[in-house]
């Protein structure tokens, strides 16, 4: 796809979530260190942070803020995103590729907008085997940080460097 191409997308109504584009940030290897899902408007973005070996290390999502039943024009004046869930992976060998599904387990954090937080880790015990499952509620959290203001198109450095948002 063209940078044009990408750029009409992004400027395509918030409800059109269908017609998604990818952004890959690469090293200076020429490597992926990491992938955004981009919706329209960024009505609904995912980032995966590779690591070495190019498995996904972590995963962030900010949640659609307009999610219509049909295919409704979006007219609203959103002007931020949400950070709504980071999941963090583990590997049984850090030095090859896994695929996702691959893990033997996971951290998932969970926010909402009303300061409800969720944490769960999971712990695969092997295949055909229910996984261990911990978990913790909050309530109260302060998501100030969860807020990112909806970028101008390229503008993609709040969504590949969420820890730096305040």
């Not at 044009?4 to 200076?28: I, K």
């Not at 907008?113 to 055909?128: A, I, L, N, Q, S």
Request: charged share 25%; net charge negative; glycine share 8%.
């Amino acid at each position: 796809m063209t940078t044009d191409e990408a750029v009409a997308r992004y400027d395509l109504d918030a409800a059109r979530r269908e017609d998604w584009f990818g952004v890959v940030l690469q090293s200076d290897d020429q490597r992926p260190h990491a992938y955004l899902q981009m919706c329209p408007r960024a009505n609904g973005v995912e980032m995966h942070k590779l690591n070495a070996q190019g498995s996904v290390d972590v995963a962030y999502t900010w949640r659609a803020y307009y999610t219509p039943s049909d295919s409704a024009h979006y007219d609203g004046d959103d002007s931020r995103v949400f950070l709504s869930a980071i999941t963090w992976y583990t590997y049984p060998d850090e030095l090859r590729f896994y695929l996702r599904n691959a893990s033997v387990g996971n951290v998932s954090m969970t926010f909402g907008p009303d300061g409800y937080g969720k944490e769960e880790r999971v712990t695969k015990r092997g295949f055909g085997e229910p996984a261990d499952v911990e978990t913790r509620e909050f309530r109260n959290v302060d998501v100030t940080a969860n807020w990112t203001r909806i970028p101008d198109f390229g503008d993609w450095g709040a969504f590949f460097h969420p820890e730096t948002q305040k």
